[in-house]
């Protein structure tokens, strides 16, 4: 059904009385998620569960949401046994004219509570970043916790049998959440684009899957497929010490059995959401350092895409719940979910080094830096990296003297050595026209042209002569390149021969590069297949 904005129920308005509990008005508070109320009150918080019914959630009457408080309460003590005390019931006082708070075996309960010790909200990962004192430290021992409790956890039952059923398993949850976040971003009343982008994304993800079905089996079978959190947002993990998390999703356990990467995953892609994917990072190196396996490359993005999904459609039905603001916060929310699903896209799309090629005045540069935004990759230049061999500013134009054959060639050989330093790959900005040149940088590289895709722009001799011309006339851009020089550069391009065709892509540029990199996303995607 449709949730709908609506006003506070008996029992949460019960809640919110301070009388009921005895403390300072002021401590009083309410959260809201969009399948519970929270009340804050001195140093207890109380959980209820919101009378609401979806196809992935049923809390539609009072037996379904008092079972759904003892569950939560047994799972969270694992991870936060001090925090979780009890399930209580909210039923008619004496006078019946109040709502009062008692045992859960109440006979005339009218609603239920999880009962919470308070915790400081600015105590959690997401309190830490926005007051901007997350340190390395935190992430490290919640990284060391989490490792702990996977190994402890018990592995998942019902595996896939075979690898085309693990492929069946993993796209069968992908697409149900994609169709039902596509359904809620066509809907006018959301008010958030990106409809094409989550097509992109999904096609992304798909095609990773059906391409690493080997993969995903092979996981389960291993062992990293267990029973855990399932829910691990930044809000809910408390690095302390001692480390407590908690909110672990109750209500399906086929959502808390996973893989372990998926699990980092969720967590890492909310750390980036909240402007910190350096955490991000530094999380899955500790939980790495402490022994979980993350799998191979590719893994923690395939999964990070699927959970960032998840939140954008629950922030969806959070904003159809809500009035202003919090309906413009909860919108807000999801388009910015859905932008750390495209780095993270990305991220499955590119190889380990792209090479991004052609003749000056290609769109080479333009493209880079499309494709930087949206992968959050390091470029690599070969007009800036030139410069520093050559002793040349940055801000100054290089001679003949800088573009030898040796030149060349010593500049490829440094880019190959940056882009292998890359721990998250790189994108590598490069004319590549001379195949000596491109041997270099093979060479460089240890001879792995494996890990490389070659992304070969062309345009018209006219539209190559009009970019040159401009850029020479333009103070802000430094370029070496001349009309004379690029045009020389499109008559006299070798031919990439040597790199096999599903590691080449020739691509027009001669349209805006946002275009370029979509119809790239589209290539990258159906190679992965």
Request: charged residues 25%; hydrophobic residues 45%; proline residues 6%.
């Amino acid at each position: 059904m449709t949730a709908t904005a609506q006003p506070l129920p008996a029992a949460v308005r019960a809640l919110l009385d301070p009388t009921l509990h005895g403390c300072d008005p002021a401590s009083v508070a309410l959260r809201e998620t969009h399948a519970s109320w929270v009340v804050l009150a001195g140093e207890r918080a109380y959980k209820v569960k919101k009378p609401i019914r979806f196809a992935f959630l049923d809390q539609s009457t009072l037996a379904r949401r008092r079972a759904a408080c003892e569950a939560e309460l047994a799972l969270n003590r694992a991870l936060a046994p001090d925090v979780y005390l009890g399930v209580c019931s909210l039923a008619p006082t004496g006078d019946g004219e109040r709502l009062g708070l008692g045992p859960a075996a109440q006979p005339a309960a009218v609603e239920y509570a999880i009962e919470m010790r308070r915790f400081d909200e600015s105590a959690t990962l997401a309190g830490l970043i926005d007051g901007g004192r997350l340190e390395e430290h935190h992430v490290r021992a919640v990284a060391e916790r989490l490792a702990a409790f996977h190994r402890a956890a018990p592995v998942a039952a019902d595996l896939p049998a075979t690898p085309a059923d693990a492929a069946v398993a993993a796209l069968r949850l992908l697409d149900g959440n994609a169709e039902e976040l596509i359904e809620a971003l066509g809907d006018e009343r959301s008010g958030v684009r990106g409809r094409g982008m989550v097509v992109a994304q999904w096609r992304c993800a798909s095609a990773w899957a059906s391409a690493h079905a080997a993969t995903l089996a092979a996981r389960a079978v291993d062992g990293h497929v267990r029973e855990l959190h399932g829910d691990l947002r930044a809000e809910h993990v408390l690095p302390g010490p001692p480390v407590r998390i908690v909110d672990r999703l109750e209500f399906n356990r086929d959502w808390r059995q996973i893989d372990v990467a998926d699990e980092l995953a969720f967590l890492a892609m909310d750390l980036t959401a909240l402007g910190r994917p350096d955490a991000a990072r530094a999380l899955l190196d500790a939980y790495r350092g402490a022994g979980g396996d993350l799998g191979a490359p590719g893994l923690v993005a395939f999964h990070a895409i699927h959970k960032a999904h998840v939140r954008a459609k629950v922030a969806l039905l959070r904003a159809a719940q809500s009035r202003p603001p919090e309906a413009v916060a909860a919108r807000a929310l999801a388009e910015a979910l859905l932008a750390v699903a495209e780095r993270f896209a990305w991220r499955l799309r590119l190889p380990q080094v792209l090479v991004v090629c052609g003749p000056s005045a290609s769109g080479k540069s333009c493209l880079a830096s499309e494709l930087a935004r949206r992968s959050g990759r390091p470029v690599l230049s070969a007009d800036v990296v030139r410069k520093q061999l050559a002793g040349i500013p940055a801000t100054s134009r290089a001679d003949d003297a800088a573009y030898t054959p040796e030149m060349n060639r010593r500049t490829h050989r440094a880019l190959a050595r940056a882009a292998t330093a890359a721990s998250e790959g790189a994108i590598v900005d490069a004319t590549f026209r001379n195949r000596v040149d491109r041997a270099a940088f093979a060479e460089a590289l240890g001879g792995d042209t494996g890990t490389v895709v070659h992304i070969e722009l062309t345009a018209p001799a006219a539209v190559v002569r009009e970019r040159a011309q401009r850029r020479l006339a333009d103070p802000g851009r430094i370029s070496d390149a001349t009309p004379a020089r690029a045009l020389s550069q499109l008559a006299e391009f070798e031919p990439l021969a040597e790199v096999t065709p599903e590691r080449h892509h020739l691509l027009r540029s001669d349209r805006p590069p946002a275009q370029i990199a979509d119809a790239l996303a589209a290539a990258l995607d159906g190679a992965a297949t």
